[in-house]
């Protein structure tokens, strides 16, 4: 086989045109809102401040380079909140949980609106989402969703397919029956974040990168300050914090998020592989695993696969194998040719990964510290492309001192599930973890798992922590 070319930014990146330099932070500034972290999160709610601020009093601080994080490297499912909508009348109760879920889709379409408007050309495509069951075990995936968007009285949002009408879609040989969501799309997520990016610069967002937040404080006289490594300080009314799975490493959201991985392949352009599958409609498509297998097309034929089944980190630890998993990307690679045996003998040309921010009940976390003026967003849970903008919208509300909160603020209460301290936590996920992964290879194998793989590998529920979707 040949090598594949593993790192961890990966091909999106490369593939988008190079971003113009901005500058470090080299002085102490004052802002109305500070903005910590550049990606999605980070930069669409710079993005809806331009509604209600001047440009000059945005700062936002980006210890890399915006959307060089998962925001760029991500497999490019730009979905909305449907699937979660068992979960969400669960906490909201009908009414709002829709009001939520249909806000989430307005974000997928605002995200197309914004490309078309600012010629990001980031490949944005709504063709929809498939969860297609790969093994009996799989086939009830999704099937809570269809029921409950069918109680509230919208059966057109989230639809069952037939085995034979999954087929006519993509036709791999494992694929069983489906749902299909049909008001997500596809990005190239390297270009959006490169051109929204691009965008909040032209507009004057002061951006500052290779700029990290080391230290952020309730400041004298109200407000925060924010402190960067090289001993700069940052003043204002409010600060948005959007670091992603770095909020494991804040002790104030620690206790509320684990860290795993997910990483993606791609293939050469593989033209005659889409025409065999008759896959040639552009949708996204997941199995039903917990560690759930997600793949794509592109324009220009390729197939872009990726795997949620990656290590836990420890603590706040996003380097190492978090990024690049030469085990995972093997497994990825087998994983591959189960589902579609027509790519033996296909190049894989780039492989890579990157942190999950994953949330005990897989719903994101969005809010306010108790103790001093700083706004949150984390937890989307390798479902974070549409729902960032959606939470942006609320974060800028909160840093303008709108709102007091909206259903995405009600979500999470003092009863949530604690993810415990390491080294329990990491030693507790990568226990469970090794249990889905030979549950689901067994289910798939079509053999039976043990009750003792089967109780271990189910024992987060027990603690009310969520596993997959
Ligand atoms: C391999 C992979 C595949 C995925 N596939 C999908 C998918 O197909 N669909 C989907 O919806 N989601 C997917 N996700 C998840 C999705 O990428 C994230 O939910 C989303 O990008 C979150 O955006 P964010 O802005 O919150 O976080 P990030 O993109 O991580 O941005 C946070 C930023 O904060 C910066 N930062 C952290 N600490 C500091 C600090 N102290 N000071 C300054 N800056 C700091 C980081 O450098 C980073 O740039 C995937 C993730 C991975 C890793």
């Known amino acids: 086989m040949h090598e594949i070319r593993h790192s961890a930014h990966g091909y999106w990146l490369e593939e988008a045109p190079a971003p113009e330099p901005l500058p470090r ?4 500034l004052a802002a109305e809102v500070v903005i910590i972290g550049g990606g999605y999160t980070g930069m669409w ?11 000059s009093s945005i700062v936002l601080l980006e210890a890399s380079i915006c959307g060089h994080g998962p925001s760029g490297r991500n497999g490019g499912f730009c979905e909305t909140l449907w699937l979660n909508l068992p979960s969400l009348r669960e906490r909201l109760g009908d009414e709002r949980a829709l009001r939520l879920v249909l806000r989430s889709v307005e974000s997928v379409e605002a995200i197309g609106a914004f490309c078309e408007e600012h010629g990001v050309d980031a490949w944005y495509r709504r063709r929809g989402t498939i969860t ?8 009830d995936a999704g099937r809570d969703a269809v029921a409950a968007a069918a109680a509230l ?5 989230v639809v069952a397919l037939s085995p034979e009408e999954v087929r006519r879609r993509c036709a791999s040989p494992v694929f069983r029956g489906g749902v299909y969501v049909p008001d997500e799309a596809t990005v190239q997520p390297a270009r959006l974040a490169l051109g929204l990016r691009r965008v909040l ?11 990290r937040a080391r230290r952020l404080a309730p400041a004298a006289g109200g407000g925060v300050a924010v402190t960067t490594a090289d001993g700069r300080t940052v003043r204002a009314g409010r600060a948005v914090l959007a670091i992603n799975a770095a909020a494991r490493g804040f002790r104030p959201l620690r206790g509320r998020l684990a860290v795993t991985s997910s990483h993606v392949l791609i293939t050469e352009p593989v033209p005659d592989v889409l025409e065999q599958l008759g896959w040639t409609g552009g949708e996204n498509i997941t199995d039903g695993r917990t560690f759930v297998h997600y793949f794509r097309t592109t324009p220009d034929k390729r197939i872009a696969f990726g795997w949620g089944g990656g290590r836990i980190a420890w603590g706040a630890r996003l380097g190492g194998r978090t990024e690049v998993d030469p085990d995972v990307v093997r497994a990825t690679h087998r994983h591959l040719l189960r589902v579609f045996p027509q790519l033996e003998g296909r190049r894989i040309e780039h492989a890579w990964g990157g942190p999950i921010d994953v949330s005990p009940s897989h719903l994101p976390q969005v809010g306010t510290l108790p103790e ?7 937890g989307f849970t390798g479902n974070g492309v549409g729902p960032s903008h959606l939470a942006a919208r609320t974060l800028a509300a909160l840093a303008t001192g709108e709102t007091a909160g909206d259903e995405l603020t009600a979500l999470h209460g003092d009863r949530d599930a604690k993810v415990p301290p390491e080294p329990l936590a990491w030693a507790g996920g990568s226990l469970v973890r090794l249990a889905n992964l030979r549950k689901e290879e067994l289910e798939e194998q079509g053999r039976v798992p043990s009750p003792g793989l089967r109780a271990i590998a189910g024992a987060p529920r027990m603690l009310g922590i969520h596993l997959g979707r």
Do not use: K
């Open 45 to 55: 709610t710079a993005w809806h401040l331009l509604d209600r601020l001047a440009p």
């Open 132 to 139: 297609a069951s790969a093994a009996p075990a799989q086939d």
């Open 153 to 157: 009285g919208v059966p057109e949002r």
């Open 201 to 211: 610069a032209e507009r004057g967002v002061r951006i500052f990168e290779h700029t």
């Open 372 to 378: 001093a003026p700083v706004h949150y967003a984390f």
């Open 25 to 28: 932070l080299t002085e102490d």
